[in-house]
C-alpha cells in the first residue's frame, strides 16, 4: 500500500531551507518525494497534512526513557524553591512504603543555598527515603536508609564517589556519584511488569511531543539487565524506535543478545566524571568558587583503558559521559591510543567545559558530541560562578563545535531536564545566556533529526526525508522560526509510515 504525503510543507533537511511537495510511503520507507502531481497516480492512499509542516522525525540521542516515565508519575522536586516546601510534599507521599524515592532536588534553586542532608529528612523515621538531585550524580539519604545499607561514619570512600560527611565527621546523608550505589544497590529491584507500564506511559509522553525515537541508558539500574530488557520487549514491537546503550557492567553479557524492527543496541556507556551542579564534573583546574576542588574521577585510569579495551575487542564504540575538561582529555588519550573500528564514531556525552587543543584532538577523530541545548538555561547563571570567566568562552560551545566541523546530536537528558524537542531547540536557538553561541533554526532541528541518526551510525536512512530511509515524520502547526518555537504545536507523530499520535481538535 503506497500512502502519498501531501498538502503541506515537507522539509527534508537536506540543506537549509529544501523542501518537496510531496511524500511516497510504502512497507515504512519513503520511496519517492517531490510533486504531488507526479507522486499521485503512483499512490494507493493520500494523508492530508492539511497545511501543517513536516520534518523528519525528532529523535532525543540522550534520555533515561524508564527514568522518565517515573518522573511522569513520581514527585518531582524540580521547581521546588525551598528545603521546608519538599519536606512537607514529602509527607503527604510515603504512604509506610518501605523505600521511598524519588528526584529532582536543585540546591542552586532552594532559598536555604545549600543541598539537603539527612538531617532535613531524618523526621521520617520508619521508611528509608532516598532523594536523588536533579543531575542524578548525587543522592540524600535519610538515616533509615543509611542503616538498612550498613553504611557507617567509618565505610571508606568507594573508588569514583563520597559519602558526604559534616563539618564533625558525622554522616550527612550526601552521596556522590559511585557512591550512590552503596544505598541505591539496597533499594528493591522493580518488576517487569512495574516497568512495562512505566515504559508505555513515557513512550506515549514521548509520542505526544513529537518525538519518533530516543537513544536511551537503561541496562544497569533495574536488577538482572533482563527485567527492563523484557519490559522493553514486550511493550516496543512497533510505533517507536528505541536504541539501547549498554552499560559497561552489562556490556558483555549483553553481547548475545537480539535487535528486534524497533529496538536497537549501541556503544557501552561508560561514566568518567560527574556534574557540574554538584562540583563533580572533573576539571583540570580549581572550580573558580571552590578553590581546592576538581571533581570526581569516576574510575580509576586503569580501570577506564581496561573499559575502553573491553569495548574494542567486540569490535565497538564507547558513548561516555564526560561534562568536564579533564574528563574529556582522559577519554581522548584512550580513544587516540585504542581507536574505534572503522565506520563507527564514538559518542562524547555532554562536553560542556572544553579547551581548545581538546577540540583541535577530537576534529581529527571519528566522533559525535552529544548535546543537551536545554542546560544552558538550566545551568546558567550558576555555571559563571562554577567556572569562572576564564573557560566561559569553550564552554557549553555548542556553535563553536558546530562551525568546527564536528558532528553533533541533540538530546534532553530526561529526567534531568524537560525531554521536550522544542524547548532544546527554543534554548539552541534563543540562547540568551550565551548568545554568540546560539544556533540557527536549521542547525538546532538538525541536531534533532541527522545528528542523532549520525551519532548511531544511521545517517544513510534515518534524519532526512529522502527516498530510501525510514518514514518517520515529526508534523508542526508552523515552520519553525526564531520567534515561534515556544508556541508551535505537535500535530502528528509517525513512525514507520504509521501515526502514532495526532492533536486532538
Known sequence: MKTLWTNGKIF??????????????????????????DLLPLADQMESLDGSVM???????????????EKLSYLDFSSFTSISQIKEAIVGHIQNKEWYVTEGWDDNKLKEGRPLTCMDIDFIDETAVVLKRVCRHVLVANSKAMRLAGISKDTPNPTGGIIGKDEKGELNGLFYDEAQRLITDYIPSPTTDYLKKIITSSIEDLQSKGLTGVHSEDMAYYGHYNIPLQAYREVVKSGFRVHLLRHHDVFEQMQDEEESAFIEFGAMKIF?????????????????DKPGERGIEVHSPEKLEELVKLARRYKENIAVHVIGDEAVEKVLDLIEKYPVTVGKKDRLIHVNVLRVDLVERMKKLSVVLDLQPIFVASDFPWAKERLGATRLPWAYAWKSLLDEGLDCSGGSDSPIELAD????????????HLPQQALTVYEAVSLYTSGSAKAIGRENSRGFILPGYDADFTILDNVLEKENILSTKIVQTVIAGESVYKIQK
Open 55 to 69: 520534518y523528519p522525525g525528532f529523535v532525543d540521542s540522550h534520555i533515561h526513557l524508564i527514568g522518565h516515565g
Open 12 to 37: 527534508t533537511m537536506k540543506s537549509e531551507g529544501d523542501f518537496v511537495e510531496a511524500v511516497l510511503v510504502e512497507d515504512g520507507t519513503i520511496i519517492s518525494t517531490g510533486f504531488k502531481k
Open 272 to 288: 568518567v566524571d560527574g556534574s557540574l551542579g554538584g562540583r563533580t564534573a572533573l576539571l583540570s583546574e580549581d572550580y573558580a
Open 421 to 432: 524537542p522544542l524547548l532544546g531547540i527554543e534554548a539552541a536557538v534563543n540562547n540568551l
